[in-house]
């Protein structure tokens, strides 16, 4: 996602268009509901998720390998 406006994760829900919470975008990519960045700011915690890769798909890739 990085830094650019135009790359902020969205959703269309029944209060309208919003941004996706950083907690949402790291369900979306299999992280578990219990995880939680430390103390750092909403920016960079968006900036952590767009670097991280998808858990699940990651996993099933390394037990075919």
């Not at 990519?29 to 915690?45: H, K, T």
Request: charged letters at 25%; a positive charge; hydrophobic letters at 35%.
């Amino acid at each position: 996602m990085g830094t650019w406006h135009d790359r902020e994760p969205i959703i269309k829900d029944n209060y309208g268009i919003r941004k996706l919470t950083p907690q949402e975008c790291l369900a979306l990519m299999g992280f578990p509901e219990e995880f939680n960045f430390p103390d750092i700011s909403i920016r960079s915690a968006y900036k952590q998720v767009g670097n991280s890769v998808c858990v699940p798909i990651v996993n099933k890739i390394s037990k075919k390998i």
